[in-house]
T-cell receptor, first 111, second 113 residues
């Protein structure tokens, strides 16, 4: 039973606009959340993370929001660029090294 | 700096064959893990190790063995390959502290026919 869910398999956005990726989780014991980006034929690379004691973390064009009561987090990319076209995975952990991943969202940025 | 290196990148096996997927890291990380990625499933944890000589099962361990004789290496063994093990396999290593980012290798695409 997947404890981390990304219900949108794909997202298409115009260059320069905002991309919003959503992620829901079911395990209330998760206390650390991460987003990974993956290009074809490469391994996932770390993008941004957030601890459960925060509700927002920002790094350049990337912002992650956490709503603990709703068990929901989102990743905002502003502005979207062609190089952002990739698969984005949401992941969660319980203060251990065992990450639970969502199924991923494929983002396509249109010129 | 190589990071996490996986070999081979591609492999085709016949049902019943065995093989070892290699993983090596040069960051002196204690924690290493193996994931498999399947369409619509994301990445699922197979086995992990918190240090040399210590391994444990993840979410989907059946059909796989691991060992950790050194800090650098964490091989994954398929004992008797089955078509259900057709997948992309990723090795990852982690820095100090549980809530740190994982560094992934480039993956091994395995097909079992």
């Amino acid at each position: 039973d997947q404890q981390v869910k990304q219900n949108s398999p794909s997202l298409s956005v115009q260059e320069g606009r905002i991309s919003i990726l959503n992620c829901d989780y079911t395990n209330s014991m998760f206390d650390y959340f991460l987003w990974y980006k993956k290009y074809p034929a490469e391994g996932p690379t770390f993008l941004i993370s957030i601890s459960s004691i925060k509700d927002k973390n920002e790094d350049g064009r990337f912002t992650v929001f956490l709503n603990k009561s709703a068990k929901h987090l989102s990743l905002h990319i502003v502005p979207s660029q062609p190089g952002d076209s990739a698969v984005y995975f949401c992941a969660a952990s319980r203060n251990d090294y065992k990450l639970s991943f969502g199924a991923g969202t494929t983002v396509t940025v249109r010129a | 700096n190589a990071g996490v290196t996986q070999t081979p990148k591609f492999q085709v096996l016949k049902t019943g064959q065995s093989m070892t997927l290699q993983c090596a890291q040069d960051m002196n990380h204690e924690y290493m893990s193996w994931y498999r990625q399947d369409p619509g499933m994301g990445l699922r944890l197979i086995h992990y190790s918190v240090g040399a000589g210590i391994t444990d099962q993840g979410e989907v361990p059946n059909g796989y063995n691991v060992s950790r004789s050194t800090t650098e290496d964490f091989p994954l063994r398929l004992l008797s390959a089955a078509p259900s093990q057709t997948s992309v396999y990723f090795c990852a290593s982690y820095g100090q502290g549980a809530n740190t980012e994982a560094f992934f290798g480039q993956g091994t695409r395995l097909t079992v026919v």
